[in-house]
């Protein structure tokens, strides 16, 4: 770009109404100019740096943990947090197309842009209109999020097989209606830890096995092993335990393909059980 097209790309945001032309000039003769490639990585969350950005040239994408917030385009900023309260970054920020940026550290910022009240006013009016469509994001994506809980808790508890969904700290989640074989309530099984029900010792060895945090073709499956029944139920006089053969799967926050791959960015949420058995007439 030349400075020409630098500078009509910077006419763009919206406080630059309250610069003269020759402070629009200075910031980008003093100002660093960066280019990123499509895909590169500007910064992540929870890094640091005291930098605004100005988008002259390009697409850049917002995001948190792989999940998608916002599109920065010609005429957007971004990372004025880090100026107006220094903390650690919230989000990350890559290029979706070959992009150029300008970039203000503190000192600019403070002597040009920082003291004009106008300016700082026009920031936070962005700044509370991103908050806005934020949440009306979240509120959409949670009242979607909702439907679709509802309806995957309605399909799982109509499944016969028992599904166990186990946390990283080994306390059970979530188990649907078929806990009843069991003689448990769900409710009764929520928030035990695994162990608990485990009809032996978990140890380290097994505990790896049962509780794994491998996914798909590497995960465990047909293991053979028993629960406890709920020594309080009708059950429990008939058999103290019941076997089951047991698929066991890791949950990771990323998509399966991505789990083995190095230096991703992932989190382990616990493992997925599905335990089958031989249905059994049983006299209550």
């Excluded at 599109?71 to 947090?81: I, K, L």
């Excluded at 769900?186 to 830890?193: A, C, F």
Aim: glycine fraction near 6%; charged fraction near 30%; proline fraction near 4%.
């Amino acid at each position: 770009m030349d400075p020409q097209q630098k500078i009509s790309a910077f006419k763009q945001i919206s406080f630059s109404k309250f610069l003269q032309e020759d402070e629009l000039w200075y910031l980008l003769a003093t100002c660093e100019t960066v280019s990123l490639e499509t895909g590169q990585i500007l910064f992540e969350e929870n890094s640091f740096k005291e930098s605004m950005f100005i988008v002259l040239c390009g697409t850049l994408e917002v995001y948190k943990q792989y999940k998608h917030i916002a599109f920065r385009g010609v005429g957007d900023f971004f990372g004025e947090m880090s100026l107006l309260e220094p903390k650690p970054r919230s989000t990350s920020i890559r290029a979706t197309t070959d992009a150029v940026l300008l970039e203000i550290d503190r000192d600019i910022f403070d002597n040009l842009i920082g003291s004009n009240p106008k300016i700082i006013w026009d920031i936070s009016k962005t700044l509370t209109q991103r908050e806005r469509e934020n949440l009306d994001s979240i509120d959409s994506g949670y009242r979607e999020l909702k439907r679709s809980e509802e309806k995957y808790r309605h399909i799982v508890n109509l499944v016969s097989d028992l599904i166990i969904q186990v946390n990283p700290n080994g306390a059970i989640e979530f188990v649907n209606e078929s806990a009843r074989l069991l003689g448990y309530e769900v409710k009764e099984l929520t928030g035990k830890p695994f162990a608990e029900i485990y009809d032996g010792q978990l140890d380290d060895k097994r505990k790896r096995h049962v509780l794994t945090r491998r996914t798909g073709l590497r995960a465990p499956t047909d293991m053979e092993f028993s629960l406890k029944v709920d020594p309080l139920s009708s059950l429990h006089g008939l058999m103290p335990s019941m076997s089951f053969m047991v698929s066991a799967s890791g949950m990771w926050s990323v998509p399966q393909e991505m789990v083995l791959e190095k230096d991703s960015q992932k989190e382990f949420l616990g493992t997925l059980l599905i335990a089958r058995t031989e249905k059994m007439d049983l006299q209550m």
